[in-house]
């Protein structure tokens, strides 16, 4: 779901709102909200989006229309190996769910 808004939020809706309505529609896109937010704070919304989209093919199998949760279960399970790294990337989601751009 993270990975999901993140995109709606800086990619499909947000520069409408990021941006301005009353901005030309050439600068109402991701390039026109990495202007306004800062290379900084676009570099880590792809980045972000990036290590969450590693998470749902591991558990998913695919990035677009994963097949995850079944009924009575889920399709794949965490190896305990594997463990530690989604521990990691779920902290940095977290901290990037609570972040708030400067340039909002």
Request: hydrophobic residues 40%.
């Amino acid at each position: 779901m993270l990975e999901d808004h993140a995109l709606h939020v800086y990619v499909l809706g947000g520069p409408d709102f990021i941006v301005g309505p009353e901005a030309v529609k050439e600068k109402r896109n991701i390039l026109g909200v990495i202007e306004k937010v800062g290379l900084e704070t676009g570099k880590r919304v792809i980045t972000m989006r990036r290590r969450l989209r590693e998470l749902i093919t591991y558990l998913g199998g695919k990035v677009i229309h994963p097949v995850f949760g079944l009924p009575g279960g889920v399709a794949k399970c965490i190896s305990i190996g594997d463990l530690p790294r989604f521990k990691e990337i779920a902290g940095e989601g977290l901290e990037f769910a609570r972040f708030h751009s400067p340039g909002f």
